[in-house]
């Protein structure tokens, strides 16, 4: 059974059809990429799967579980984190409160111990520290610890919102434009972190990604979608040669 399936799912904004007919699914540990371009969809597939938006019509299963009608954190309870296009952080508290709060969302800690200030209490402030230090690490973030979120560079800040989602200890971990504002050598190292987290967590991952060769570079399937509908699905390979993708690209370049 694949961990999260889309099956038929349309969603309609007024007139248009912003995502129509989409069926789409990921197994557990994949690391899939959804390309395509400006306005094909990609972004409303992240509102649909975690809760912005209820789809008009279609199933959307994680993890065997139906997520129509749940609310968003509902749906990050249950295991699916997101970062977005536009970064959104809380920008005028320091990086490394921006990464506890999204852990201690998801710790279980009695209300007791906490207003009672019993040692339990402490303990657990320790461990979400020393938690939320190890995420930074990863992102190689330790040093920016005490800055505020909105003064680190962009690049960072990108960083630093796949921490926080991190966090929240996702299964499904969902990347909208990653990259997008890096220069080349950042976005070569957030790709190799990518890598690495999914190994690290066990997670699976859903990339969307504007720069096709990028997501050929470390997606093992692709789902190229254009005007809210899936064009091309496959390995980088066959996705590479094929004509459909090739001229919806193209088709984006020249108009
Ligand atoms: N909340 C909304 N209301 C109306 N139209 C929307 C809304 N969200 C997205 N759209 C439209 O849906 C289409 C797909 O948008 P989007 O999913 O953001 O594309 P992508 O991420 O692939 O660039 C676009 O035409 C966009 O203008
Ligand atoms: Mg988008």
Known sequence: MPLLEMDRVTCVF???RAVSGVSLHLNQGELVGLIGPNGAGKTTIFNLLTGVYAPSEGRIQFD????????????NKAGIARTFQNIRLFSDMTVLDNVKIAYHNHVRHGVFSSILRLPNHFRGEREIEDKAMAFLSIFHLEGKKDEMAKNLPYGEQRRLEIARALATQPRLLLLDEPAAGMNPQETRELMELIRFIRER??????????DMSLVMGI?????VLDHGTVIAQGTPEEIRSNPKVIEAYLGEVTS
Not at 201 to 210: A, K, P
Not at 219 to 223: D, F, N, V
Request: charged letters at 20%; glycine letters at 14%.
């Open 64 to 75: 065997g579980e139906s997520l129509v009608g749940r609310a968003p954190w509902r749906i």
């Open 219 to 223: 997606c093992e399937r692709i789902y």
């Open 201 to 210: 967590f066990s997670l699976t991952i859903l990339l969307i990604e504007h």
């Open 14 to 16: 007024g007139g248009l």
